[in-house]
């Protein structure tokens, strides 16, 4: 290493600084003589040429006062490098300035005397512009980014401030600070905050403001409640906001910035969330307490029920579940723990009972309407006959689809067995008068025959009135006797297919010549066939126009329509009579069963009529019901299937 360094000459050395990339050039002693300059250097001087030996101030005249021969000479007398950049410099052959980093670096010898100085410049005139073009993309997206940030700071949902210096000026705010504090963003801009919202000094704000400002320590709260006053009064708000200090250079709180965002919406949306929780608490709580009253008045009712010995059953129509209070278990012969069924309970029925109790059951579960039955019972465990009366009805749900079917049951064998024993003996009685009465009206008979041969008008009329009370008494007692004979199940239909019409026609006929004083109104225009009992049909037409007669004034009119409507036959008995009220409407075919009232009181009766007409009506499957208004009138009306 030593050797090559050793290789390289003076004037080598001197060459390589001459020809080193950049203006290079040595100057040696107080005067400044050139020992080498490359051409670079001479254009920095702003000269042709720097020739060796040649003196600095032989080839700039203006040297001494150019200020880079000042720091020359000054790096030469305190030995130390002097640099200096961007030195703008008048280069000749560039018609605008250059600029150039430089150095003067001394050389000293081995005594540390400076014997000569470096001067190296750098043209970085290119290298300005560049860092120009530079620095004026950087100066552009600054101002877009402050742009942007500027854009993000008025239009974000929530209210944001800056506050400057300890009056906390209003530098910059948001429209929707505006509109928290119901202000004009043109209004509040450059102000002091409590100029703007002088009601805030009674409120806590401008302290924990100041806190903020001399502590730099931030500060936020949740849904703190503020009013501001507008032209329309005071308005209260609920806010969360954050109070954010800012720092200058020095570190020193110089402003605030303040996000407010307005949460009264869903404050108020919780409260009003709260208040109807709380309401519907309220209710669940009413609802479990009426609950309470329910089941206890179920509970009052179950025994109530139990205590009127009242049976209950309750049916599934669906699947048919069964369930039924323990008094119906009794009346069935049951114990608690047998597990029964709807036919378990069928087969407890008596067999002559038994087929009309589940065809009324189907019927009615079916196609709806009431369940009524009376029927002896053999108790299944203790074999023991009881009288049961059921009566239930069907459930629909909001479609009219049947879904439960529940009812009552009650115990009438006391009341059975006087009826049977009424029966019994209405029935002996009945018997034991008909043949004398049958012998009595042969006897009337002859003598009116007798009194008419020898012209005795006045024994005549009486002995046909006698004839028409004997009539009367006959027509009693064969109600009785169809009574009997309806309840020990004698009685037989004999089914044929008639005209309806037909038979209202001969009914009413005669009944217009029995009751000379009112007027029956036949209207029918068709024929109206069915297939049932003529005779009995025929004894539910005279009992009804019967009723019609009796119950109405004499002068009454009495109306029979019939129609037909979907596959049923319709006839109508009206009257315009005393009418029936609407409770004892609801009791008028259940046997012996008469109206208590001043106008029924005076017609004679046993309350069978009506009985008879309802078996008749319903051994036919028809159905049989009134309409009336008291004081104007009734209108019977039964149907039957048209043959
Ligand atoms: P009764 O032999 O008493 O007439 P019914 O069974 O025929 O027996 O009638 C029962 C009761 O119904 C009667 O007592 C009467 O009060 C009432 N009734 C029947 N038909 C009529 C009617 N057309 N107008 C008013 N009341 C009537």
């Keep these: 290493m030593e050797q090559v360094y050793n290789q390289i000459t003076n004037e080598e050395l001197l060459r390589i600084i001459a020809d080193a990339p950049g203006a290079r050039a040595v ?35 203006q040297l001494p006062v150019n200020p880079q021969y000042l720091l020359l000479q000054q790096a030469y007398r305190t030995g130390k490098p002097y640099t200096a950049k961007n030195i703008k410099t008048e280069v000749e052959g560039h018609p605008i300035p250059r600029y150039f980093d430089i150095c003067y670096q001394p050389i000293k010898n081995e005594s540390g005397e400076v014997h000569s100085i470096l001067h190296t410049a750098t043209d970085v005139t290119e290298l300005n512009d560049c860092l120009r073009d530079h620095e004026h993309v950087y100066r552009d997206k600054a101002n877009s980014m402050e742009k942007n940030l500027l854009s993000l700071v008025m239009h974000a949902h929530y209210g944001l401030v800056i506050l400057r210096g300890s009056d906390f000026i209003i530098e910059i705010a ?41 502590t730099g320590i931030g500060h936020g709260q949740d849904e703190a409640v503020c009013y501001i006053e507008t032209p329309l009064g005071r308005k209260t708000k609920c806010v969360s906001f954050y109070y954010d200090p800012l720092f200058d250079e020095a570190g020193a709180v110089s ?11 869903k404050v108020h949306n919780r409260q009003l969330l709260v208040k109807s929780y709380e309401e519907q608490r309220d209710l669940i709580n009413k609802l479990a307490l009426k609950n309470q009253e329910l089941q206890k008045s179920e509970e009052m009712l179950r025994m109530s029920i139990e205590a009127a010995k009242v049976g209950t059953w309750f049916i599934n129509v669906k699947t048919l579940e069964f369930t039924m209070s323990p008094r119906q278990r ?59 009366k059921s009566s239930g009805s069907v459930i629909a749900d909001e479609e009219g689809t049947f879904t439960y079917f529940s009812g009552v049951s009650i115990e009438t064998t006391e009341q059975k067995q006087d009826e049977l024993r009424k029966d019994h003996f209405i029935n002996i009685v009945s018997h034991e008068l008909k043949t004398p009465l049958t012998s009595l009206k042969g006897y009337i008979q002859l003598l009116q025959h007798k009194a008419e041969s020898v012209g005795d008008e006045y024994m005549s009329v009486n002995l046909a009135r006698a004839d028409s009370k004997l009539d009367k008494m006959t027509s009693l007692i064969n109600g009785f006797l169809n009574v009997h004979q309806l309840e020990s199940g004698k009685i037989k239909l004999t089914v044929e297919q008639f005209d309806l019409n037909a038979l209202i026609k001969e009914v009413a006929d005669e009944t217009n010549m029995r009751r000379k004083n009112t007027y029956v109104a036949f209207i029918a225009n068709s024929t109206a066939f069915v297939k049932a009992d003529r005779e009995k049909i025929g004894q539910v037409l005279v009992n009804l126009l019967d009723n019609a007669n009796k119950y109405s004034h004499p002068s009454g009119k009495i ?4 129609s037909e409507n979907e596959g049923q036959i ?29 106008d029924s009181n005076f017609v004679s009766g046993f309350g069978i009529g009506l009985y008879l007409c309802h078996e008749i009506v319903s051994r036919h499957d028809g159905k049989i019901w009134v309409e009336s208004v008291e004081g104007e009138g009734s209108t019977f009306s039964f149907s039957l299937a048209a043959a």
């Design 570 to 598: 319709t006839v109508s008995i009206h009257d315009n009579g005393i009418g029936i009220s609407m409770d004892s409407q609801r009791r008028i075919f259940e046997r012996y069963y008469r109206v208590e009232n001043q």
């Design 559 to 562: 109306e029979v329509y019939c």
């Design 255 to 265: 402003g605030i910035i303040v996000s407010v965002a307005n949460v009264s919406d």
């Design 27 to 61: 100057y040696s002693t107080g005067q400044f003589v050139i020992v080498t300059a490359n051409r670079a250097m001479s254009a920095v001087w702003g000269v042709p040429a720097l020739k060796p030996g040649q003196t600095l101030e032989q080839v700039a005249a």
């Design 174 to 214: 948001n429209s929707e600070m505006a509109n928290i504090w119901d202000k004009q963003l043109a209004d509040i801009t450059g102000r002091p905050l409590l100029e703007v919202l002088p009601e805030f000094n009674d409120q806590p704000f401008p302290v924990l403001l100041k806190q903020v400002f001399m």
């Design 330 to 388: 009794v009346l069935f012969g049951f114990h608690t723990e047998d597990k029964v069924s709807i036919a378990d309970l069928m087969n407890q029925i008596s067999p002559e009972y038994r087929g009309r109790a589940q065809a009324e059951f189907t019927k009615v579960v079916t196609i709806g309407g009431l369940y009524n039955t009376e029927a002896p019972v053999l108790g299944y465990h203790d074999q023991k006959t009881r009288w049961v």
